[in-house]
Antibody, heavy 121, light 110 residues
Framework: QVQLQESGPGLVKPSQTLSLTCTVS??????????WGWIRQPPGKGLEWIGY???????FYNPSLESRLTISSDTSTNQFSLNLSSVTAADTAVYYC?????????????WGQGTLVTVSS | QSALTQPASVSGSPGQSITISCTGT?????????VSWYQQRPGKVPKVMIY???KRPSGVSNRFSGSKSGNTASLTISGLQAEDEADYFC??????????FGGGTKLTVL
């Protein structure tokens, strides 16, 4: 059973960088037809795809966030990370990491529990 | 990349059927049969109910079904039950290997 767990600061100051890590257990991020992704949900609002990373390190980002976004992975620790720079209050959200089951299936099959990140001074 | 369009809310009585629409463009729903639907109960993590337009993961009730026509996908829930009350989000694979979600629909079981 694959499990994902987000970790990182719950409070970030405006203009700073939001950094989160997702630790994966029960499966390797370096194998299989999977992308490892981030999704966010502002309080009371809908889901927004942030981006994902494939097992070869290739990344794909939401165009609206691309200029501020970096997703990376560390296969030695089976983790992948999100860095979102120059944050504002609009970046306040629950951030989920999730596995995208790719290649002619294409959906998010496993999700982390989510972590609330608040942008405030 | 614009969000897929869903009605903000739908409602139905127990035992009835409801359908939630999800409208996209030729860059997402219209070009790919990779539409998925997620159920999210309050305070909970989204759960996939439908993938590849109309397939159900193991363990999902056959009361849930999906379809697609052109740029619009639909989720139908038949034999509505109180436990179906939740937010529902559609999702589509899109051009340049991206993903787009719908704005979400709140289902109320009357």
């Amino acid at each position: 059973q694959v499990q994902l767990q987000e970790s990182g600061p719950g409070l970030v100051k405006p203009s700073q960088t939001l950094s989160l890590t997702c630790t994966v257990s029960g499966g390797s991020i370096s194998s299989g037809d999977f992308y490892w992704g981030w999704i966010r949900q502002p309080p009371g609002k809908g889901l927004e795809w942030i981006g994902y990373i494939y097992n070869n390190g290739r990344t794909f980002y939401n165009p609206s966030l691309e200029s501020r976004l970096t997703i990376s992975s560390d296969t030695s620790t089976n983790q992948f990370s999100l860095n979102l720079s120059s944050v504002t209050a609009a970046d306040t959200a629950v951030y989920y990491c999730a596995r995208w089951y790719a290649y002619y299936v294409d959906y998010f099959d496993y999700w982390g529990q989510g972590t609330l990140v608040t942008v405030s001074s | 990349q614009s969000a897929l369009t869903q009605p903000a809310s739908v409602s139905g009585s127990p035992g009835q059927s409801i359908t939630i629409s999800c409208t996209g463009t030729n860059s997402d729903i219209g070009s790919y049969n990779f539409v998925s639907w997620y159920q999210q109960r309050p305070g909970k993590v989204p759960k996939v109910m439908i993938y590849e337009v109309s397939k159900r993961p193991s363990g999902v009730s056959n009361r849930f079904s999906g379809s697609k026509s052109g740029n619009t996908a639909s989720l139908t829930i038949s034999g509505l039950q109180a436990e179906d009350e939740a937010d529902y989000f559609c999702c589509s694979y899109a051009v340049r290997n991206t993903v787009v979600f719908g704005g979400g629909t709140k289902l109320t079981v009357l």
